[in-house]
């Protein structure tokens, strides 16, 4: 069964930085994309950054080029998001999802199959 884990959200305040974790196992051979989204409280799930999990091209959320990166080990079968400069509005969920190749940029969390259950990030004024 397809299983994405995701791991290292927590409280930290304004400026700080994080690094999430995403565990996956069970993918599909398809799979050509990782990406990370986050919901906000009374907001719709958006996307933040993405990789080709084989290629390991990027795309990042305008909100968060020059702060986040993202990055992958695919023999280890695992996603990383690090967050830096953190700010309220980052304040979400953080899921981690798999997609099969697609033509659209990575964006969409419609595109996406394989969703993790999300962590927590809380950042403080």
């Known amino acids: 069964q397809v299983q994405l884990v995701e791991s290292g959200g927590g409280l930290v305040q304004t400026g700080g930085s994080l690094k999430l974790s995403c565990a996956a196992s069970?993918?599909?051979?398809?799979?050509?994309?990782m990406g990370w989204f986050r919901q906000g409280p009374g907001k719709e799930r958006e996307f933040v950054s993405a990789?080709?999990?084989?290629?390991?091209?990027?795309y990042y959320a305008e909100s968060a080029k020059g702060r986040f990166i993202i990055s992958r080990d695919n023999a280890k079968n695992t996603l990383w998001l690090q967050m830096n400069s953190l700010k309220p509005e980052d304040t979400a969920v953080y899921y981690c999802?798999?997609?099969?190749?697609?033509?659209?940029?990575?964006?969409?969390?419609?595109?996406?199959?394989?969703w993790g259950q999300g962590t927590q990030v809380t950042v403080s004024s």
């Open positions: 990789i080709m999990w084989i290629a390991g091209g990027t």
């Open positions: 999802a798999a997609r099969r190749k697609g033509k659209r940029l990575p964006t969409d969390p419609n595109d996406y199959a394989y």
């Open positions: 069970g993918l599909p051979d398809d799979v050509y994309t």
